[in-house]
């Protein structure tokens, strides 16, 4: 009896502090057929009166408790400064239980500088309704946090069969090609938009992580739990966006993760203190006791041999960074440390992950990585696919010579080809650093392509990076000096457009329930500014609108 009555206030609790995150938009059929929606459970109070199991070393057990809504993931927080250890299982109401899953307290991976969140990572734990826990510990303002991301069991089937033909095809090996992914807008990363735009570093080292979520789940649950943790990072743990750089699952399925692009240095959230100078791939599962399949070390080979190579980085040896610190950091800040380039997240960071058994694979996977390496030799350019407004950006890049002479003093030039043109005009220059490594900063007008170039010398040869696209959309506003007039009267429209070197300004007026042109002008933009004088006869609404390719400002007006 005192367990459904305490079921029910934990119901009638949820009721109260419940908030759905949102629906997804559409973007695959598949993934579109579900919403999936960050929600919460109150639990504080849940372990009062309630006695010690005997035999299990201090472990709670909660009473069967019911979730506000369906769920396919969940997580526990608790406010900082708590102590705690955590297991789940869950079930479809009346169904059968999972096994006891334990739910990895977060504390081992983050953004660099920011502060880690006080729980647990979410664990996968299928379609369910029903849970309990197991608590070791004191938490105090706890919480448990739930997302939904599977599509319904037919959709589930079919994304499957097309993720599965991908993998296959994706096996063909073939050294310095890039390997199938599974884009964000399959997975469904396009309903979790990232809060900011992507940070661009370097990639020197390639970390290997494990998500320590449940190892029983088919492929076609893959991309469901991508979107979950995804959701789980972005909403719950206040992330920027998912916290690692790519996942692969167990049947060597490759996802991308963080957005901004897959052979851009974005920096992630899974290696505190060493975000900016590494890319982070979990494999979905745990892998404490239980190795990695082998279709999923393949994926990870296949993955980090090519990431490594676009970045001129080799798969083997070694390279010392310096720790930025951070609370989960095994190093104080400014420390040099030295990592195998393709190394364990436990070498980093205040964690067993990956896994003992995947960890005891790290060396057969740097062997296997070698075998889809391109070359490291070669120039890159790194720049925003996006950019807003007139203002300085950051290029960066990489120079490594076939012949492996330093590329140290190296001066690159930095050039622009405008959309349309053939032409390639000089933005400006850099001079590589000790590791081949640039950066400079530029002004882009227009969108376009970058590319770097290296003019050559008299012992080594011209280099040209591969282009990069580049969108610049430009920043715009619009303001009346009036917004009521008498009829006769004139109003001055004016605003700034940056950059851009004309405008289109467009009178409408409202009839019925339209609205119908009455003026339009091209107007010069100069010094980024740009004016209007209009002049409305009839006594009605106006609507005021300005134009610069697909960007929009419009202001409405009142004639009387």
């Given at each position: ?18 908030a ?17 929606a ?23 057990t ?30 479809r ?54 997302v ?41 990363g396009?309903s979790?938009?990232?809060?900011e ?25 893959s991309?469901?739990i ?9 909403n ?15 049947y ?22 060493y ?7 979990s ?10 399949t082998?279709?999923?070390m ?34 104080p ?22 896994g ?30 996006t950019?807003r ?40 220059s ?17 969108t ?25 959309i ?12 008498r ?49 409305p ?24």
């Amino acid at each position: 009896m005192a367990r459904r009555s305490l079921t029910r206030r934990q119901v009638l609790q949820a009721g109260a502090i419940a908030a759905a995150a949102g629906a997804l938009r559409p973007t695959s059929p598949a993934l579109a057929a579900r919403p999936a929606a960050l929600f919460e459970l109150g639990l504080d109070g849940v372990f009062a009166g309630r006695a010690t199991a005997a035999g299990t070393g201090g472990w709670r057990t909660t009473p069967v408790l019911r979730a506000p809504r369906r769920f396919d993931l969940i997580g526990l927080r608790w406010a900082h400064g708590s102590r705690a250890e955590a297991q789940v299982r869950a079930r479809r109401r009346g169904g059968r239980w999972t096994e006891w899953a334990a739910l990895h307290v977060t504390g081992d991976h983050g953004p660099d500088g920011g502060r880690v969140p006080a729980g647990t990572d979410p664990a996968f734990v299928g379609a369910a309704d029903e849970f309990q826990l197991r608590v070791r510990g004191a938490p105090r303002a706890l919480r448990a946090r739930f997302v939904r991301a599977l599509p319904t069991a037919t959709l589930a089937r079919r994304i499957g069969r097309r993720l599965r033909r991908r993998a296959r095809i994706s096996r063909r090996p073939q050294a310095g090609a890039p390997p199938l992914i599974v884009t964000r807008s399959e997975w469904g990363g396009d309903s979790v938009p990232p809060r900011e735009p992507p940070l661009w570093g370097e990639v020197q080292i390639a970390f290997v992580h494990h998500t320590v979520t449940s190892n029983d789940y088919g492929p076609e649950d893959s991309a469901g739990i991508v979107l979950g943790i995804a959701r789980f990072h972005r909403n719950s743990n206040g992330w920027n966006d998912i916290g690692y750089n790519f996942l692969v699952d167990k049947y060597g399925q490759i996802f991308e993760g963080r957005a901004g692009g897959i052979d851009q240095p974005i920096v992630g959230a899974q290696a505190q203190g060493y975000n900016s100078v590494s890319t982070g791939v979990s494999c979905l599962g745990t892998f404490t006791s239980v190795a990695q399949t082998p279709a999923g070390m393949d994926a990870l080979a296949r993955l980090i041999g090519w990431k490594l190579s676009v970045h001129g980085v080799p798969t083997s040896g070694t390279i010392t960074v310096t720790s930025a610190g951070g609370e989960s950091n095994r190093y104080p800040a400014g420390t040099p440390v030295t990592f195998e380039r393709i190394s364990g997240h436990r070498n980093a960071n205040n964690t067993a992950c990956p896994g003992n058994m995947l960890y005891a694979q790290l060396e057969q996977l740097r062997s296997a990585a070698a075998q889809y390496a391109g070359p490291t030799a070669g120039l890159t350019v790194y720049a925003p696919g996006t950019v807003r407004g007139l203002r300085q950006t950051d290029v960066s890049g990489y120079l490594r010579f076939p012949d492996g002479s330093a590329a140290g003093g190296a001066v690159l030039a930095v050039e622009f080809q405008t959309a349309g043109s053939v032409t390639w005009r000089s933005l400006g220059s850099a001079v590589c650093g000790a590791d081949g490594s640039w950066r400079t900063p530029i002004e882009l007008r227009a969108t376009g392509r970058l590319r770097a170039v290296f003019a050559g010398d008299g012992a080594r040869a011209r280099m040209e990076s591969p282009a990069r696209d580049v969108a610049v959309i430009p920043q715009l506003n619009l303001k009346l000096n009036r917004s009521r007039i008498r009829a006769g009267q004139s109003v001055q429209a004016s605003g700034t457009a940056s950059p851009a070197t004309h405008v289109r300004l467009t009178l409408e007026r409202r009839v019925r329930r339209r609205w119908v042109r009455q003026r339009r002008r091209v107007l010069r933009v100069r010094s980024g500014t740009y004016r209007v004088r209009l002049s409305p006869r009839i006594r009605t609404k106006y609507r005021v609108t300005v134009q610069v390719g697909g960007i929009k400002r419009y202001r409405p007006l009142r004639v009387f």
